[in-house]
Every structure is written in structure tokens, then in C-alpha cells.
């Protein structure tokens, strides 16, 4: 996962919020990476309507062009 790839949210590992839900099967830009608290690395996903949230990189896969 590089920054600028485009990327596709195909599952989420915990409970989130309703808006993170709401980006499951979205395509976004990854826009840089986030220390999580022990398990790994995040990534920050930028979507269309301007909105980021991070995910674990096992909830994403490469986009489709």
C-alpha cells in the first residue's frame, strides 16, 4: 500500500461508527499511514466527498481503475 494508490474498503475488523460503515465497498486515496496502539500500522483513506478515516491495511484492496 503506497500513498496516492487507489484503494477499496472491502471489510471492517471491529465495531465502528455508522459513518465508517457507510464507507464499506467505497473507493478512496490513500493519504499517509497512522501508528495504531500495538497491532500494526493504520492507513488514512481519503474518499470523494472529502472525507478521511484510517483502516487496518487487511480491510483494504487495490481499486479496480
Same mark, same amino acid.
Given at each position: 500500500? #503506497? $500513498?496516492?494508490? %487507489?484503494?477499496?474498503?472491502?471489510? *471492517?475488523? /471491529?465495531?465502528?461508527?455508522?459513518?465508517?460503515? =457507510? %464507507? *464499506?465497498? %467505497?473507493?478512496? $486515496?490513500?493519504?499517509?499511514?497512522?501508528?495504531? /496502539?500495538?497491532?500494526?500500522?493504520?492507513?488514512?483513506?481519503?474518499? /470523494?466527498?472529502? =472525507?478521511?478515516?484510517?483502516?487496518? #491495511? /487487511? #480491510?483494504?484492496?487495490?481499486? #479496480?481503475?
Amino acid at each position: 500500500m #503506497e $500513498i496516492g494508490q %487507489k484503494v477499496k474498503v472491502y471489510r *471492517l475488523r /471491529d465495531r465502528v461508527s455508522p459513518v465508517v460503515v =457507510s %464507507k *464499506l465497498g %467505497k473507493v478512496g $486515496i490513500i493519504k499517509g499511514y497512522k501508528m495504531t /496502539d500495538g497491532s500494526g500500522v493504520g492507513v488514512i483513506v481519503q474518499f /470523494d466527498d472529502n =472525507s478521511s478515516t484510517w483502516f487496518f #491495511e /487487511d #480491510e483494504l484492496k487495490p481499486a #479496480e481503475n
